[in-house]
């Protein structure tokens, strides 16, 4: 059958009040910005369509106005299901006046929901978020007094206690990739990532639901080799081609990189410079973690410049940098193209790569950390009166086998320097980030003891490591005065057993 070609305004019309929609992209990748900015038009000249519920894994925006940004208008939404929130502020700004719904579940755990609804399961059941705030008798993922409904439940299988996450049905998919056929066979070869698009795809269809999909070019029919279809056109209700280029950048910071989307070796790619003396400071001695032969996963912010890093010290020979968005080897790129890497060995469907890390094949894992108690619990989900969300940040520090914190000791101002190896505090931070009680708990310290887990903090001037009885004190930077600089700037006193 041949496909349904048509506008992004005539796909918008296809949404339903009421309606359930899923997203696809990570940061600023594969995000169909032409069919969300319709959608917000539509809404703002029509007041149409109103209170549909918005799910979605990766975060998806800039920060300001594209992505899930014009999804964030009172009266359009009802209710939101996602994987991180931070990229999208007028989305959260809804939340914190509790006008929408809102509910933070872990990235990969969506990801693997849309699988579960595709195949008709009550839902997705996983050891993911177990005591954390998305466990339901710590709240259930809940963001707000005007969420009430419980959408993950406590089984216990086996003497063995698990999260079910329950399924719903999808009324619509908004999908991005690269290339249709007049069948609606879809194709991702200019896209950094196909995230989980076949996952959506598949669960909207078998909710009796419209997948339309964004597409930048259509293709003469038989010219691609059948494996390198993403979606089948059996799957696609209406192709959508893009007619406004700035729809369709690669990533919300590069119109078009290619190295995102060939192999190479990584020695050819230049090495980019450490801007951030306290960045480079912390990425160093976390570098220092990582064993030949490792699996690595890299979050956002600091731990990109451990690529950085081992790119300059020629350490990528004999490790493997990974995204949770798909890409196994190369470089990760950051900021808005976060979710890329530059001369990748492979790019897998997000979801299969969560598979991967939820089983364990992580070797060690290097995130931020927003906050920190003296149990080792961990906060980088909801604070200040901001919700940040997790992504998949729970995932990915609840399954590694070694996971490394990185941050600095302070926040709102710090400043150091580093002369001839000693550490001088030009300016501490106006805020403590090691506090007496972590406002969420996005990492529980005792689950992961109880996991065996080896588990690591790295800041500019100190380095603690979880034990049984909760923050041990093991490193301080030569320098720094033990009193004045670190027991002077954290709400409670850590052990302290210096190596």
Not at 97 to 125: H, T, W
């Given at each position: 059958m041949k496909a349904n070609f048509i506008t992004a305004d005539e796909a918008v019309l296809l949404v339903k009040d009421g309606d359930t929609i899923a997203t696809g992209g990570f940061v600023g990748c594969a995000h169909p910005e032409l069919l969300s900015a319709s959608l917000?038009?539509?809404?703002?000249?029509?007041?149409?369509?109103?209170?549909?519920?918005?799910?979605?894994?990766?975060?998806?925006?800039?920060?300001?106005?594209?992505?899930?940004?014009?999804?964030?208008?009172?009266?359009?939404?009802?209710?939101?299901?996602?994987?991180?929130?931070?990229?999208?502020?007028?989305?959260?700004?809804?939340?914190?006046?509790?006008?929408?719904?809102?509910?933070?579940?872990?990235?990969?755990?969506?990801?693997?929901?849309?699988?579960?609804?595709?195949?008709?399961?009550?839902?997705?059941?996983?050891?993911?978020?177990?005591?954390?705030?998305?466990?339901?008798?710590?709240?259930?993922?809940?963001?707000?007094?005007?969420?009430?409904?419980?959408?993950?439940?406590?089984?216990?299988?086996?003497?063995?206690?698990?999260?079910?996450?329950k399924s719903f049905p999808i009324d619509v998919a908004f999908i991005r990739a690269t290339s249709s056929d007049s069948f609606g066979n879809i194709s991702f070869e200019n896209e950094v990532i196909s995230g989980e698009a076949l996952s959506i795809a598949q669960a909207t269809k078998n909710s009796g639901g419209t997948v339309i999909v964004q597409v930048e070019s259509i293709v003469p029919d038989y010219s691609r080799d059948p494996k390198s279809i993403g979606i089948p056109g059996i799957l696609t209700d209406a192709i959508v081609?893009?007619?406004?280029?700035?729809?369709?950048?690669?990533?919300?910071?590069?119109?078009?990189?290619?190295?995102?989307?060939?192999?190479?070796?990584?020695?050819?790619?230049?090495?980019?410079?450490?801007?951030?003396?306290?960045?480079?400071?912390?990425?160093?001695?976390?570098?220092?973690?990582?064993?030949?032969?490792?699996?690595?996963?890299?979050?956002?912010?600091?731990?990109?410049?451990?690529?950085?890093?081992?790119?300059?010290?020629?350490?990528?020979?004999?490790?493997?940098?990974?995204?949770?968005?798909?890409?196994?080897?190369?470089?990760?790129?950051?900021?808005?193209?976060?979710?890329?890497?530059?001369?990748?060995?492979?790019?897998?469907?997000?979801?299969?790569?969560?598979?991967?890390?939820?089983?364990?094949?992580?070797d060690i894992a290097f995130l931020g950390m927003a906050e920190c108690d003296s149990k080792g619990n961990v906060n980088v989900s909801k604070f200040n009166g901001r919700i940040a969300g997790i992504g998949g940040f729970m995932n990915i520090t609840q399954t590694a086998k070694k996971v490394v914190f990185t941050g600095t000791f302070t926040a709102g101002g710090l400043e150091v320097e580093e002369k001839d190896g000693q550490l001088t505090i030009v300016k501490e931070g106006a805020f403590q980030k090691f506090v007496s009680d972590v406002e969420h708990i996005t990492f529980s310290g005792p689950y992961s003891c109880q996991n065996k887990q080896e588990v690591l903090y790295v800041t500019e001037r100190a380095v603690f490591e979880l034990t049984e009885d909760g923050l041990v004190l093991i490193e301080v930077a030569s320098g720094i005065d033990i009193e004045k600089d670190i027991l002077a700037q954290m709400a409670f006193k850590p052990k302290i057993n210096l190596k």
């Open positions: 917000e038009k539509r809404f703002l000249n029509e007041g149409s369509p109103k209170n549909i519920t918005l799910t979605y894994a990766a975060g998806q925006g800039d920060g300001k106005n594209r992505g899930l940004n014009h999804f964030g208008h009172e009266g359009l939404l009802k209710r939101v299901v996602g994987g991180h929130w931070n990229l999208a502020p007028a989305m959260g700004r809804l939340a914190m006046e509790n006008k929408i719904e809102a509910y933070n579940f872990p990235q990969g755990v969506i990801c693997q929901l849309f699988r579960e609804i595709a195949a008709g399961s009550p839902g997705r059941l996983t050891h993911i978020g177990l005591q954390t705030f998305v466990d339901p008798r710590m709240g259930g993922g809940k963001l707000n007094a005007k969420t009430t409904e419980d959408l993950v439940s406590l089984q216990t299988i086996e003497g063995k206690q698990w999260l079910l996450y081609v893009n007619t406004d280029k700035k729809c369709h950048d690669q990533t919300f910071a590069e119109e078009f990189n290619r190295n995102y989307v060939i192999q190479g070796d990584v020695k050819e790619l230049p090495i980019p410079e450490v801007t951030s003396n306290i960045r480079g400071i912390i990425a160093k001695r976390a570098l220092e973690e990582i064993l030949p032969g490792s699996v690595v996963n890299l979050g956002i912010g600091i731990p990109e410049v451990i690529a950085t890093i081992a790119r300059q010290t020629n350490r990528l020979d004999d490790i493997t940098l990974t995204i949770e968005s798909g890409p196994i080897g190369g470089i990760p790129a950051g900021g808005l193209s976060f979710g890329a890497s530059s001369y990748p060995h492979a790019i897998i469907d997000q979801p299969y790569m969560f598979d991967y890390y939820d089983g364990g094949g992580l």
